[in-house]
């Protein structure tokens, strides 16, 4: 066989092999154990990156080695193919958005081919088809149907001069990207799923996810955000409007309150603006500003007093109103009651606007807060509270909000700081939402026998604003409950709504008669789930969130879409992110072509864990490169040099060089199927086999018997390499006189008598020094290995003339005589 290792050849003829072979389609078989192995599907922008490469090796090399392994692997691909870019380039370049996207898709298509992954083409989808955005159609259908989607006013980014709404990426330094106009917000009714009917099932989920990384999950508690507290209202002072209500998770800081402060947006503000012309041209700046919950803290704290007042529920004292920035009004009530000595934000704002202040909780029952630079934000003891005096923090907790609620003042409440999730964008490429305003009957969901709505596609834009707007042929349309003409929404999906439910999909993409069938059920849920640190919160959220919807709706069974989850790391050159603007990028093609698919693989396999960032080396990639080199030509001088021989041990006795190699050989098998089933460690499963590939190389064959136990060492490493570099495998594995194909082969199986020793290797230290090796027999007793070690000359040179005081022995490890 040939001697040289020729990449391409062997890329090209292993892909042709799989094509024809249709290898990686997979069948529902009830009879075998399933596996679903899903990498997060990309965006078509047009060119694979080394990041998307990282994502898909890692599915590939799990999904390969669980197939081998007896799995029935589902391992599927598609699209996530709506979205800004392909508008962005259609203006750029006068194409239509779906051109742009479908030849985009034809490119990287072929990208994912050439590295080998091992994808059911078959069920490839592209969300920006209608066969597939039509079933989340009908969903929405349902989930309005069922109370789960509602129409609210929310506020958008609008470019005064474009006459568009603008994404928030669009935005840059508050002015527009395309107009550099300054950006307005305004009003306009918008979509919203009902996410936070789930807030408690979407949290109380996470504690039984322990395929899960903590990280992730914590991320996701902490954005859910739940928080338990109390909600009660003040009377206001000579005004007989509403009175004004408040959510504090601190009650017992209630005897502290010295002013209550309200968002710009309360509506309570309105009276308070009518006298007050100077308040007016506040509240305005701050709600031209949109403050994201994250600023909060750091937020430089403004406000003004409205000059309206309230009574203190207990004491009836007098308390200034306030409006300050640092309120939000989509939180909670919209209004605080303020605790400048127990609230950081409160004590900052007090402070700037010399607002009085009144401690309530001391660490103990001597000793005063500290409150000369910052608020006392720690447990403690009430003071100063009248009848709630000297209760612990924790009681008052309890015993304040009890008396609130038998004075129906008010009552306990759990919050959740989760929104409801917009999903209306005015964009042009998405999915369009499927509902019909109507003059008399309002809001018509579009009749099912309509859907899908279709997208018009073949249209290039010509200014910034949706093309759908623009299109009377696809808004205008008659009333499906009256007949009179009525109007089609043009706003279209945010794009989160495709990757929430394309998994399970994948289980039936070619089914047009309903969303999914018996067929999602036998796959669902995905069994290992790998993608981006980035999508942490929202991408898995709201799959999440569609997942438990779907469950209700009776159609996949489990509670959870993803088993178990792995985020990748980041892809770095000289320690920072690879990116277009700093030049630092590194294009997988240009080494796919000079290295071969398979280099690259292992490299990245090789470089680093998965979950840690991996940093780009030329001289890494070499090195992959020359190991596969050495590989090809020990496995073809060896088979040319031997033949082919069959690997059969029963009736041979081996001598010890013959019994370690075979050790060797088995314990790599062990380590390298506990590195890829349960640790996914690659890196060190492939440095296992560079050992092992090394003793191999070394080992001189003298008689029959050293062929066969080469060749079961070279047959074991072929396919332990398989599911990292698939293409070298197929080719070598062949060569090694078998029929079927690397990937339909078994795993190879540990032989527990090769495992065994009947030797051991004894360190022996004098005075901690290590001085020799002894190799023992295993059932040796330890006052025989003593004096075997004491008999060995180099430690004899050692004591000699010296007192022995002590012998340390540690199993059957280490011997340490301490002399002096
Ligand atoms: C009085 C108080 C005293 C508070 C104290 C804290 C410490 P979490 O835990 O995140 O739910 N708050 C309530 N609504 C708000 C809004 N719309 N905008 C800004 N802040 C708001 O936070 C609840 C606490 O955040 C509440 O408890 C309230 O301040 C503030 F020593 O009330 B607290
Ligand atoms: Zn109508």
């Known amino acids: 066989m040939e001697e040289q290792y020729h990449p391409q050849q062997i890329e090209s003829q292993t892909q042709t092999y799989w094509e024809k072979s249709h290898s990686f389609a997979v069948k529902e078989d009830p009879k075998k154990p399933k596996f679903y192995c899903l990498s997060m599907f990309p965006y078509p922008s047009g060119y694979l990156h080394v990041g998307h490469v990282r994502n898909y090796t890692i599915g590939d090399v799990i999904a390969r080695f669980q197939r081998m392994q007896g799995m029935n692997v589902l391992h599927p691909i598609g699209w996530d193919a709506f979205g800004l870019p392909a508008e962005n380039a259609a203006l750029k370049h006068q194409v239509p958005p779906s051109e742009w996207t479908y030849s985009n898709i034809a490119h990287m298509r072929n990208q994912l081919k050439s590295l080998g992954f091992c994808f059911d083409w078959d069920r490839e989808i592209a969300t920006c088809d209608a066969s597939y955005y039509r079933w989340e159609q009908w969903l929405f259908i349902k989930m309005y149907e069922k109370g789960l989607v509602y129409k609210k006013d929310s506020v958008v980014n609008w470019d005064p001069v474009d006459q568009t709404v603008l994404a928030n990426e669009q935005v840059i ?41 903590e990280q992730v999950r914590t991320m996701q508690r902490n954005w859910i955000g739940r928080s338990e507290g109390v909600s009660f209202s003040f009377k206001l002072d000579h005004l007989n409007g ?66 309206l007042y309230a009574i203190h529920p207990i004491t009836q004292e007098k308390l200034p109103i306030w409006v300050a920035n640092y309120v939000l009004m989509e939180y909670g009530s919209g209004a605080v009651m303020a605790v400048p000595a127990h609230d950081q934000r409160d004590y900052e704002f007090a402070k700037k606007y010399q607002l009085p202040s009144k401690a309530v909780i001391r660490p103990d029952k001597e000793t005063q807060p500290d409150l000369s630079e910052n608020a006392y934000l720690g447990d403690g003891y009430l003071f100063n509270s009248g009848e709630f005096d000297n209760l612990s923090t924790r009681d008052a907790l309890t015993k304040i909000a009890e008396y609130l609620e038998n004075k129906s003042i008010g009552q306990r409440q759990v919050n959740y700081r989760l929104r409801d999730w917009g999903v209306s964008r005015q964009r042009y490429w998405g999915a369009p939402i499927p509902m019909i305003q109507c003059p ?53 999906f945010d794009t989160f709504m495709e990757s929430s439910w394309y998994y399970l999909r994948y289980a039936c993409p070619d089914q047009n008669q309903k969303m999914f069938d018996e067929r999602t ?128 041990f029963a009736d041979v006795t081996l001598n010890e060089k013959q019994k370690d190699l075979r050790r060797l050989t088995h314990e790599t098998i062990s380590k390298v199927t506990d590195d890829l089933k349960r640790r996914y460690t690659f890196n060190t499963a492939i440095a296992a086999m ?70 051991i290797t004894l360190v022996v230290q004098v005075n ?22 004491l008999n060995h000359e180099a430690v004899i040179r050692h004591v000699e003339g010296k007192t022995i005081r002590k012998i340390i022995t540690v199993g059957q490890k280490l011997i340490n005589i301490v002399v002096g």
């Not at 010509?462 to 009179?484: D, R, T, W």
């Open 173 to 213: 330094d508050g002015k527009g990207w395309r107009s550099g106009a300054k950006v307005e917000r305004r009003s306009i009714p918008q979509w919203f799923l009902k996410i936070t009917d789930y807030a408690e099932e979407l949290l109380q989920s996470l504690d039984h996810m322990p395929g899960w990384p």
């Open 242 to 307: 509403d009175p004004l209500t408040v959510y504090t998770t601190r009650i017992d800081t209630l005897m502290g309150v010295t002013y209550l402060a309200i968002a710009p947006q309360h509506p309570l503000v309105n009276v308070a603006v009518e006298q007050n012309p100077e308040l007016k041209t506040f509240v305005e700046a701050c709600r031209n500003i949109k403050v994201a919950e994250a600023e909060l803290a750091t937020l430089e704290k403004e406000g003004r007093a409205t000059g």
């Open 440 to 492: 008399s009957c309002g809001t018509v969901p579009v009749p099912e026998k309509d859907l899908p709505v279709v997208l018009p596609t073949g249209v290039t834009p010509s200014g910034a604003s949706s093309i759908l707007m623009q299109m009377p042929e696809f808004y205008e349309v008659n009333c499906p409950s009256c007949g009179q003409k009525a109007r089609r929404e043009t706003d279209t």
């Open 521 to 648: 059920q036998y796959w669902a849920p995905v069994d290992q789930y790998i993608g981006g640190i980035e999508h942490a919160i929202l991408h898995l959220l709201y799959a999440r969130f569609f997942h438990k919807v779907i469950r209700d709706f009776g159609l996949v069974k489990s509670d959870e879409p993803f088993t178990n989850l792995l985020t990748q790391g980041m892809v770095l050159k000289d320690g920072s992110k690879m990116s277009k603007s700093k030049g630092n990028t590194v294009d997988p093609q240009t080494l796919i072509e000079s290295y071969g698919a398979d280099t690259v693989r292992l490299f990245i396999m090789f470089a680093a864990p998965p979950e840690q960032s991996l940093e780009w080396s030329d001289t890494g990639v070499e090195g992959a490169f020359r190991f596969l080199k050495r590989f090809w030509r020990l496995c073809s001088a060896h088979i040319n040099e031997n033949g082919l021989l069959s690997l059969s």
């Open 690 to 759: 560079m050992e092992l590939t090394n003793a191999v190389a070394a080992y001189n064959i003298e008689n029959e018997t050293d062929k066969v136990i080469k060749q079961e060492a070279f047959e074991a490493l072929v396919l332990m390499l398989a599911p990292m570099v698939p293409h070298i495998s197929h080719v070598l594995w062949k060569a090694f006189g078998h029929d079927e194909a690397v990937l339909d082969a078994v795993w190879p199986t540990i032989d527990e008598n090769a495992l065994k020793r009947d030797q």
């Open 768 to 789: 901690g020094k290590m001085r020799a090796n002894l190799s023992l027999p295993i059932d040796v007793t330890k006052e025989a290995a003593e004096q075997a070690a």
